[in-house]
Each structure stands twice: as C-alpha cells, then as structure tokens.
C-alpha cells in the first residue's frame, strides 16, 4: 500500500502565549490537526513550528514528504527564505501543499500563486459560516452534504486577490452577508494546492467533522502519485532522482 507521508507545520504561537487560544487547542493547531487525520494509508507525520521550522524542514524532511499541510497567521515574515525555496520546489516536483486559513498570507502560498498579502477583506467577529459545496463531485466533496456550517469564524470577503483557481470547490457565505472562494485548487508545476480558509485560532474549527473530512479528503487528492525530489548529496554538485512508489503498490 502506497503510505502518506505528512508534515504540517504551525506557528505554535498564539497557544502558548495567548490563554483564551490555548484553552482552544491546548496541544497546539497541528495536534488538532493530526488527531483528525485517519486512514490506514497515512504513513509518517511529521509537525514543525516557527521556533524549529529551519530544524525540521530539511531538504531530506520535505523529499519524504507527500503533503505539506501549513497554518500561520501572525509570524509569515520570520519563515526562513531558504525554507520558503524548498518547499516551493518540492511543490513544482510534486509534492502537495495544503494552506490552511491565514496561510493564504504565508510566503510559500505567496511565492507560489504569485500574489501579495492584501488579499482579502476580513471581521473578526465569530460570524456563522454556511460552506456551500460548489463542485459536488470533487473528491474533496467526498462525504458531505450540500452545505454545512462552521458555528463561529473569522470573516473573510472578497474581493479575494489570487489568480483565478483551476477549480472551485466551497464558496462560504457569513451572517453579516459577505462571500468568499473559501476552498480553491490550483497546480503549479507537477504539484497540486488546495486552499481552505476555515480555521481561525480563536475557535474550534479543526475539531469539527466537516472540516476534519475536508483536511482528510484534500489530503489524499493532492498526494502525488509518486514521491520524487531532486536531492544534491553532501559534497556532489550534481543532483540525483529519489522516487517512491507509485500509489497502490508496495512499499
């Protein structure tokens, strides 16, 4: 069976500093987010913050990853540069990139749609949030009904600033009466993107089926089919081809 390998990274910022947060996610976002994650396909997890990110997010870290799942908010500016070109890479060879809320901000959604942070409009008010699914047949749709609602979320309106997605899976629409392309796919290079705004720090977004099941879903859908990087070993000048299987086979 073809394992997933998965690696998040997160701030891991607002939850030790910031009580009321960490009354929310008192483990962190990631940890959410790793609890959600279910299947017998998944192989290594791997989760990365701000403070260790230059650490874990090695050229090897990244070329046995299949999906880099990011959230970030508030520190987008301290992500190493060099990081920000790795992961850039590996998305042009293949590995899929999950950007989750305010990652839309991040210097690798960024660097990689070609946009800017101004992107969007946005309330911090707890709004109700009604997710309508646009693309019903869309593999990320897999499981779900027509709409659902997240109770409370941060409000993000359009205009959003991205370039035009290659599909549009969710369209959210917010009790103070604003839309948003909330779930977006693009692909760049032989790697898939998928968007997903939902999640603000201050609720329990991730703790929610839906969204658990979109994360899940979206996860599998942006794997690659094969994991191959370019690696430059230690003291070479020339580069060398590591792949994996291919999905369904044997490890």
Same mark, same amino acid.
């Given at each position: 069976?073809?394992r997933?390998?998965v690696?998040i ?7 030790r500093?910031?009580?009321q947060?960490?009354a929310?996610?008192p ?5 959410a987010?790793?609890e ?9 997890i791997?989760c990365a913050?701000l403070?260790?990110?230059?650490e874990v ?12 799942i ?10 190493d540069?060099?990081v ?7 998305v042009?060879?293949g ?15 960024m660097r ?6 101004n992107l969007l409009? +946005?309330? *911090?008010? !707890?709004e109700r949030? #009604?997710?309508?699914i $646009?693309?019903?047949?869309?593999p990320i749709?897999e ?8 109770p409370?979320?941060?409000m ?7 370039p035009?997605p290659?599909e549009?899976?969710?369209?959210s +629409?917010? *009790?103070? !009466?604003?839309?948003? #392309?909330?779930?977006? $796919? ?8 998928f968007?997903?705004q939902?999640g ?11 969204v ?9 859908w ?12 230690e003291?070479?000048?020339f580069p060398v081809?590591?792949e994996?299987p ?6």
């Amino acid at each position: 069976m073809r394992r997933i390998n998965v690696t998040i990274y997160n701030e891991f910022h607002h939850e030790r500093h910031m009580p009321q947060i960490a009354a929310v996610y008192p483990k962190g976002i990631h940890s959410a987010i790793v609890e959600g994650l279910a299947g017998d396909d998944l192989g290594d997890i791997v989760c990365a913050t701000l403070d260790d990110h230059v650490e874990v997010l090695t050229q090897e870290c990244l070329a046995n990853t299949d999906v880099l799942i990011w959230w970030g908010h508030g520190k987008h500016e301290q992500v190493d540069d060099g990081v920000v070109d790795r992961i850039c890479a590996r998305v042009n060879e293949g590995m899929g990139f999950l950007p989750l809320h305010s990652a839309h901000a991040s210097k690798p959604m960024m660097r990689l749609l070609g946009t800017h942070s101004n992107l969007l409009r +946005w309330r *911090e008010s !707890g709004e109700r949030c #009604r997710i309508w699914i $646009v693309a019903q047949n869309h593999p990320i749709a897999e499981g779900l009904d027509a709409n659902f609602v997240v109770p409370q979320e941060e409000m993000y309106g359009e205009a959003f600033g991205i370039p035009e997605p290659d599909e549009l899976i969710f369209l959210s +629409w917010f *009790e103070g !009466g604003d839309v948003f #392309r909330s779930g977006c $796919v693009w692909k760049r290079g032989a790697g898939k993107i998928f968007y997903f705004q939902n999640g603000h720090e201050t609720y329990p977004v991730y703790y929610q089926a839906e969204v658990r099941r979109v994360i899940n879903n979206a996860v599998r859908w942006v794997c690659p089919p094969r994991r191959s990087c370019v690696l430059y070993p230690e003291g070479h000048h020339f580069p060398v081809m590591l792949e994996g299987p291919r999905a369904g086979s044997a490890e």
